[in-house]
């Protein structure tokens, strides 16, 4: 505790060192409005060193430091925080209590802390004590402190919000795919039931086309699925080949009349400046991919009599490049513009009215078909009007290949492709598959192709029987990759590992549902020769079988 009227050297040293941490010191009377100025530094205005500067009330002096000095929305309550009647209420309450404010920027000082107190231990109510001090350096680091905070806060609620709108939208799409899997399966399943007791042959084949047709879309909804993961996962590589011209728009072409089916929509095509002879460089199996969308979206949402109309355009042409638009214009029920803004593109993004509520899907399709695009170097826009209509607007470049160089390339590749099926007669097949159906139907395709088969229910069933077998027995293992006891991965190593001739050279092909890329690559690291994915195309089957049975041959 300081003592009264002690002017010891330590008891200076030590008012000097503590008044260092202020620029202005107050001696207030409460009760007359009349002030002393203990200290003040050479930061504290001009003001309070002018002659005369004492005399005035407290008050007035601070309205006419607050007019000058402080900033306008910080004057009230600092003229406020420091009226006598004021303090000397509040320091009733409390020996002391402190407030800041901010000045108009002088020499980089902005920020001010008031300290009021009592002026001793006794509760002297007509007397304070007020201090002033600068805390620019501790008001700035609690700003960046408090801005940081706000920041992370506001980064927290934009993820909680994305993490449920993606939420959301899992929902929505898990919802959508739950439909979409089950209308199909349903046909599917009933229309098997009936045909069970069937003894009209042209309604069985009836039944057998619109089975079909569920199972195209059925496999076109987990296609999608797929391609999206692939596409999210970088692992979707175009594969470019030299397609000609009038292929490319007879392609979509018959989309369009594959898309329209039995619905009473007039689709027409138009083309300006095609030329129908000319070769380009394309992934066909993409570029068709992207226009099954567009196309089966623009025919879906378009009601019975209405229109679409598909454009193919020549923008620009040079020696090596072409840059085309194609626009596919439809009378539909539109799009709304909040939905053309925020979810058109976005995966599993499905709009949902009035108007759309009939209509299934899987969210994913647009969402590929500009990925796609964006993998190709090509552009997506979209117009559309809800209850009008929309218009898609594709722009694309597409590399010229010249046309004795595509031609002979052509030839070598038809020199190649031969009738695959025929040449299949007495090959012997080691069929590994765990599923029975699945193996009376791979049985019967081999078996209709000429060749003779052999079943094997796992992987080590499949090893065992080719250790069995006589050697060269079999000329190609088709080997299923999920199957209990041992999968064909493990299979396919056991059989390369045998000590016997054909081991090595026996083709191995794997014919699963894992259809990811990874999973192509575990086959062909565990020495198999080739990769189809289910369900499988029978010629492509046929084909694969025959490639890798006469390469072995060679």
Known sequence: MLKRGDSSKEQQDLLWSLIQNYNAIYYINLETDRFTVLYANHVVNQDVRMDGFEKKFFHQAMEEFAETYVRDEDKEPLLRLTDCDYVRKRLKKEDTYAFRYRVNPLNGLEFFEVCMAKPDEASNENYAIMTVRNCNKQAREEMAYQLEIEKRNTELSAALKAASEANKSRTDFFARMSHDLRTPMNVILGLTDLSADEADLARMRENMKKIHTAGEYLLSVINDSLDFQKIEAGGLRLKPEIVRTRELVGGITDLAIQANGGKNVDVRLRSKGVKDDSYLLVDPIRIKQIFVNLLSNAIKFTPEGGTVEITIEVVERESARVHDRITIADTGIGMSEDFLKNGLFKPFAQEYNALTAGYAGTGLGLSIAKQLLDLMGGTIRVESELGEG???????????????????????????????????????????????????????????????????????????????????????????????????????????????????????????????????????????????????????LYETIEKCVRQTKR
């Open 390 to 540: 929309t218009q898609f607007t594709v722009d694309i470049d597409f590399a010229i290949v010249a046309d004795e160089k595509a031609k002979d390339l052509i030839r070598s590749k038809a020199e190649k492709t031969r009738t695959l099926a025929p040449e299949l007669e007495g090959i012997r097949v080691l069929l590994v598959e765990d599923h029975p159906l699945n193996a009376e139907i791979a049985a019967k395709l081999l078996d209709r192709a000429g060749c003779a088969v052999t079943w094997a229910e796992n992987g080590k069933l499949g090893a065992d029987a080719f250790r069995c077998s006589d050697l060269f027995h079999f000329d190609a293992v088709l080997m299923d990759v999920r199957m209990p006891v041992m999968n064909g991965v493990e299979a396919a190593k056991e059989i390369r590992g045998m000590d016997r001739k054909d081991a090595k050279a026996v083709p191995i092909i794997a014919m699963t549902a894992n259809a990811y890329e990874e999973d192509r690559k575990a086959s062909l690291e565990a020495g198999m020769n080739a990769h189809l994915a289910k369900p499988f195309n029978p010629q492509e």
